[in-house]
Structures are given as structure tokens and as C-alpha cells.
């Protein structure tokens, strides 16, 4: 918003509050809404303000879910701040996770069904972003609703304390709304707003791609021909784009090195080379781009490249910013050095306290984060590391100086 909007803003907002007081006291409307409000304590306030944050926030994830149900996407969870649904092999459970409480928010999990094509890669794009795009419009919707109930409460002359009830939840909807609105506009590195999501899922191939393959993650339903199609598709837009040191990137070449040394697939020429090329200097000031350069150090010695591999280490060492916390960098580093065969640490990396999973904590309860880790601690195949070395040549040598 421009300095220029905002003055504006300034002078119109008292105007308008001038012109409803002005409304309500000539047609008598303001003693109706002033002893509705004198029928309930203020002690009821903090309870008022917690039920209309529950129910906002549910009617809006609500938008999400029931769009994703209408395109016939299945949900894998919901939460609803410290209070999550999860759908298990065995059906729905309920959870209530105190130690959610600074999420201050919720958000719907899918359970994305199968991308074997390009027509079911659509499929669930789109129903992906209708979700995103719908869930906004429905806040907007029920923050007007609820201000037109609250108007024809006043002017019907509905009971005292009805009026005293319903008026600070017309409060609170309206703060809320104005916030939850206002957070659709944002983003940063960790975080898109609904509006912005949409806008990317539309336009950012590499944002859609992540995106998709990470919430096939959540999915009850495992599938190697999706594994196989979204690999491939992580190939073509790894060969196609210009790769950067922004996030999204970063996650796309993680995805690929996973996939690769982790689960079987096949390294493409095309890629490797330009993996093999890739600039290590933008990555070493933040933790996502650390791991980044660990997991880029694992497929190098997964290729044969123990060389390249050691120095990247050896660099990472020098060069990460201190900054970056230091409990994650030592996981980092005896995790990468263990599996690289530099030192034995899995003493250390059995030990749950030392393993570090961002956001592990929201999603512990849909993934065995301990047991997939476990698994990525194991050391990869023993390669040869060896450095040829001219005998002939060097008694020739030898000789010639003496």
C-alpha cells in the first residue's frame, strides 16, 4: 500500500465511522446495540475471541477441503491449530497436539491420487489450485455474511443479549478476516499465502512440480508408476530451466538426488553434467542450502567422484555461515560424513534428540520421519578412490636427476 493510499485511507476511515454513529443514533438503533452489549461481561470477551478464531479458521480450511472433495481428491489431514484429523489405513483419528499452539493457523493435507501422465499430473494440478484459490473467497464471503446478520440484528431488534453475544463475534470475524486477507498477500522463503500460491501454481512450473511431489509424500497409497512419471517430469524441467539458488530449485535438485542414490532411479547424462557445473557459493549462508550442498556432496560419490565429493565437504566445514544453528550444522555433518564413509558416528545418529527434520513436528503423525532417516544413515557402497601413478615415468625421472 503507497503513502498516498494510506493517507487516504486515514481520512476516510473517520468518516465512515462518523456517518454509522451518525446512522444508529437518528434512527435509534444505538441503544439497541449499546444494551446488547451491556447484557454480557467483559470476562466473556476472551472466550468470544477464541470460538471466532476456531470457527473462521475452520470455515476457511473447510474451503480448501470440501474443493479438493467436489474434484474428487481425497484428504490425508486437517488441521485446525492444535486440534488435527488424520486419515489412517484404519480410518479417521483425532488428535489434539498442545504443542502446536504457536501454528496459530491450519492448513489441508491431500492425499494426492496417481500421476502416471500428463492427464492425471493435470488433474490434480488443477483441483490443487481451485483448492487455493476457493478458500480465500469463502473467508471474504463469511466475513460478509456474518456483518449483514449483525446489521439485520440491530435493525430487526432481535433479543438484548442475542445482540450482546453475536456483536463481539462481528468484532472479532472482522479483525480476523482483515488479517487472514491481509496474509493471502504474503510470502517468504518457508511461506505462500493462498493468493500467491495460486498465482505461482499457475505460472512456476518448478513451484508446481515441488510442490506435487512433495504431498504425494503424505499419501496412503503408494504407487511406483507416479515415482517413476514425476522423476521423469524432474528430469525434463532439471534440463529445460535455468537452474538458481532460490528454494524451489534447491528442493527440485533435492528431489532428483533422492531419487537417484536413494531410491534406485537411474542418473541422467544431461543432468549430471549440469549438477556437475552447479555453484556451490550462494548455498553456504542458509540451512536449506547446506543440505543442499551435503546431498550434491552424496551424489558425487554415488557418480565416483569421491574427490570432488570430500572437497565439497571439506568446504561446507569452512564455509557455512555461523549463522546457521549450530545443533542442525553437526547433524548435517556427522550425518554426511557417516554415510560418506569419513568417520563412524552412528552412535550419535541414533540418539532421536541429535536428528534434525524441519517442520518434523507438524507431520510426525503422518510420517515416520525416524524410521526415513534411519534409513538415509546408512552408508551408500564403498567406492574406489584412487590416484594413478606412473612407476616407469618416475624411475625415468629418478634416473635423469641423478
Request: charged share 20%; hydrophobic share 45%; net charge neutral.
Amino acid at each position: 500500500m503507497t503513502k498516498k493510499y494510506r493517507f487516504l485511507y486515514i481520512l476516510i476511515l473517520p468518516f465512515l465511522i462518523g456517518f454509522l454513529y451518525s446512522f444508529l443514533v437518528t434512527w435509534g438503533y444505538w441503544k439497541t446495540f449499546r444494551d446488547g452489549l451491556s447484557e454480557v461481561s467483559l470476562f466473556f470477551y476472551p472466550l468470544s475471541f477464541f470460538i471466532t478464531f476456531f470457527i473462521t479458521l475452520t470455515i476457511h480450511e473447510l474451503g480448501h477441503l470440501i474443493t479438493f472433495v467436489i474434484q474428487g481428491v481425497k484428504i490425508r489431514a486437517l488441521y485446525l491449530h492444535m486440534l488435527i484429523f488424520i486419515k489412517t489405513d484404519k480410518g479417521w483419528t483425532i488428535k489434539f497436539k498442545p504443542k502446536l499452539w504457536a501454528l496459530m493457523g491450519g492448513f489441508v493435507i491431500p492425499d494426492l491420487g496417481e500421476m502416471k501422465d500428463d492427464e492425471s499430473y493435470q488433474k490434480n494440478l488443477v483441483a490443487f489450485r481451485k483448492s487455493l484459490i476457493v478458500a480465500p473467497y469463502v473467508t471474504i464471503a463469511f466475513l460478509i455474511l456474518t456483518v449483514l446478520i449483525f446489521l439485520l440484528s440491530i435493525i430487526l431488534g432481535w433479543p438484548s443479549l442475542i445482540i450482546g453475544l453475536y456483536s463481539p463475534f462481528t468484532l472479532f470475524t472482522i479483525i480476523l478476516s482483515f488479517f487472514y486477507i491481509k496474509s493471502f498477500k504474503l510470502s517468504n522463503s518457508w511461506f505462500y499465502g493462498d493468493f500467491v500460491a495460486y498465482k505461482k501454481m499457475q505460472e512456476d512450473e518448478i513451484f508446481q512440480l515441488v510442490q506435487l511431489s512433495q504431498y504425494r509424500m503424505f499419501s496412503l497409497t503408494e504407487s511406483k508408476q507416479t515415482d517413476d512419471y514425476l522423476f521423469q517430469l524432474v528430469v525434463k524441467v532439471i534440463l529445460e530451466k535455468e537452474l538458481k539458488s532460490t528454494m524451489f530449485h534447491q528442493l527440485l535438485i533435492l528431489n532428483y538426488i533422492e531419487a537417484v542414490c536413494y531410491n534406485a532411479h537411474e542418473d541422467h547424462l544431461g543432468v549430471r553434467e549440469k549438477l556437475l557445473h552447479y555453484p556451490f557459493s550462494p548455498h553456504y549462508h542458509s540451512e536449506q542450502g547446506v543440505m543442499l550442498l551435503y546431498d550434491l556432496a552424496v551424489y558425487y560419490y554415488h557418480l565416483g567422484f569421491v574427490e570432488k565429493s570430500y572437497h565439497l565437504l571439506e568446504q561446507i566445514k569452512k564455509r557455512a555461515s555461523s549463522k546457521i544453528d549450530e545443533k542442525s550444522l553437526l547433524y548435517l555433518r556427522k550425518k554426511h560424513e557417516h554415510i560418506l564413509h569419513i568417520s563412524y558416528d552412528e552412535p550419535f545418529l541414533n540418539q532421536k534428540e541429535h536428528i534434525r527434520v524441519r517442520n518434523s513436528s507438524l507431520y510426525e503423525d503422518l510420517v515416520d520421519f525416524e524410521k526415513m532417516m534411519k534409513e538415509m544413515h546408512d552408508p551408500l557402497p564403498f567406492q574406489i578412490w584412487e590416484t594413478k601413478v606412473d612407476l616407469i615415468k618416475e624411475e625415468d625421472n629418478k634416473q635423469k636427476s641423478d
